[in-house]
């Protein structure tokens, strides 16, 4: 077992069952090892099996896009009520139609009147919290727009894996000319644009985060540390290296050096 998920299991185990019980089991049977590439596959599996785990069929997906986790047929089949959200009229025009669609800033003071007090059971995010400003008011709004049993999961990039603290570093400017010049794909009439990021509480350490998740109203979280990252795919040295590096952060459990978090909340 990894440090991080004798962590991991030991923070449910204080948490006690049910919500936290269920994620825990959620991402053991689908075989949790900390790395990145579970949690880019195994988010969407993880937000189905969360969903029938506990019967949650209102979703809001926060900051969609153009590119929402489920397409209409798999919400019809999945017998799913899915709204998206987000900033950009642009990205969720993108968005294949047959969903109810918000347009809002997640972190705005109205945002809960206008995505819906009290009217989902589940929200949730990918990539989309590094770009939030003001974190903190986005997880209050969050909360405001769950049930009271309402669960949300949100999935971001954490620092201070080194891609995200030279993205933080480097103006705006010039990290888009050098992301888009390694990977074409982000230009902003990709398919995959790049959008300002601020890092705000972009951890995965408990330390940093709880507090912050207690304020917003969640009395329960578990979150859940990766490492690694395809960045340095094209650089051989350098990616053999850090991909090293990055192995012996998720033996010892080291946070600060994570990539990637889940962090799974209720109320
Ligand atoms: C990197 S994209 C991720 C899109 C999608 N979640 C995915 O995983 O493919 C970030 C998205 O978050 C949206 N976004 C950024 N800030 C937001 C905010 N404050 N409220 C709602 N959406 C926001 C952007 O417009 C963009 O569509």
């Known amino acids: ?18 919500p936290t019980a269920d994620i825990r089991r959620i991402v053991a049977d689908l075989g949790y090892p ?11 599996p993880t937000v189905i099996e969360l969903s ?26 999945l017998d799913l009520d899915i709204t998206l959200n987000d900033i950009s009229a642009h990205e969720l025009s993108l968005a294949p139609s ?15 009147d206008i995505v819906g007090r009290g009217a989902y059971d589940l929200a949730y995010c990918r990539m989309v919290m590094e ?6 008011a986005m997880w209050r709004n969050i909360g405001e727009a769950l049930t009271p049993n ?3 999961l949100a999935f971001f990039p954490t620092l201070y894996a080194l891609p995200y603290v030279m993205n933080r570093l480097i103006p705006e400017k010039l990290s888009r000319v050098l992301l888009e010049t390694v990977f074409p794909e982000r230009k902003p009439d990709g398919d995959d644009p790049k959008f300002p990021a601020h890092y705000d509480f972009c951890f995965s350490g408990e330390d940093r985060l709880m507090p912050m998740l207690r304020r917003a109203g969640f009395s329960n979280a578990v979150i859940l540390p990766f490492w690694g990252y395809s960045y340095f795919s094209k650089f051989p040295i350098l990616r053999d290296v850090d991909a090293a590096f990055n192995r012996l952060a998720e033996r010892r459990d080291w946070r600060a050096a994570s990539s990637f978090a889940y962090v799974v909340a209720t109320k």
């Open 1 to 18: 077992m990894t440090d991080a998920l004798h962590q991991f299991q030991t923070t449910c185990d204080q948490t006690g069952a049910s």
């Open 34 to 44: 900390a790395r990145w590439n579970w949690c880019w596959e195994n988010y969407k």
């Open 52 to 77: 029938r785990a506990r019967g949650l069929r209102r979703h809001l997906e926060i900051g969609a896009g153009r590119d929402p986790l489920f397409q209409p047929d798999e919400a019809t089949q």
């Open 98 to 112: 047959g969903y109810g669609k918000v347009l809002c800033d997640i972190a705005a003071p109205d945002a809960p």
């Open 131 to 136: 770009h939030v400003p003001d974190v903190a």
């Open 150 to 152: 309402g669960v949300a």
